[in-house]
C-alpha cells in the first residue's frame, strides 16, 4: 500500500511562495500518476494539478495555472508543488493523491491520499 506524506506549509504573506513535498513510502509509486488538491475552510475539495508518471504531463486549474508548478522525483519518490504569487484565496489544506489509472481532475478517481499540510497567505 503507498503510503504519502506532505511537508513544506506555512504561513506566508500575499506575494510570497512556498513549496510543498510528498514523499511516497513504495517504489511502485513511480508508475502512479500524482495529483494535489486543497480544501479550504467551508468548502469542498478541489483538484490543483497533476503529473504524470511516465511523460511528465502536468495539467493545472485555471486558479494555479502561471503560478503553482508540479514536478516529480522519481529517484527520491517525491512529487512538488512550487507555488509563487501566492494570495489569501490559496489558503486552504493541500493534500497530494497518487492514483495507477489514468490522471484525472477528480478526487474520486484517486487511491491513495495524505494528510495533508496547512498554507495559509495572508493579505
Known amino acids: 500500500q503507498v503510503q504519502l506524506g506532505e511537508s513544506g506549509g506555512g504561513l506566508v504573506q500575499a506575494g510570497g511562495s512556498l513549496r510543498l513535498s510528498c514523499a511516497a513510502s513504495?517504489?511502485?509509486?513511480?508508475?502512479?500518476?500524482m495529483g494535489w488538491f486543497r480544501q479550504a475552510p467551508g468548502k469542498e475539495r478541489e483538484f490543483v494539478a497533476y503529473?504524470?508518471?511516465?511523460?511528465?504531463?502536468?495539467y493545472y486549474a485555471d486558479s494555479v495555472k502561471g503560478r503553482f508548478t508540479i514536478s516529480r522525483d522519481n529517484a527520491k519518490n517525491t512529487v512538488y508543488l512550487q507555488m509563487n504569487s501566492l494570495k489569501p484565496e490559496d489558503t486552504a489544506i493541500y493534500h497530494c493523491a497518487s492514483t495507477p489509472r489514468a490522471p484525472s481532475t477528480s478526487q474520486r478517481d484517486y487511491d491513495y491520499w495524505g494528510q495533508g499540510t496547512q498554507v495559509t497567505v495572508s493579505s
Open positions: 503529473i504524470t508518471w511516465f511523460t511528465g504531463t502536468t
Open positions: 513504495e517504489r511502485t509509486w513511480r508508475t502512479s500518476n
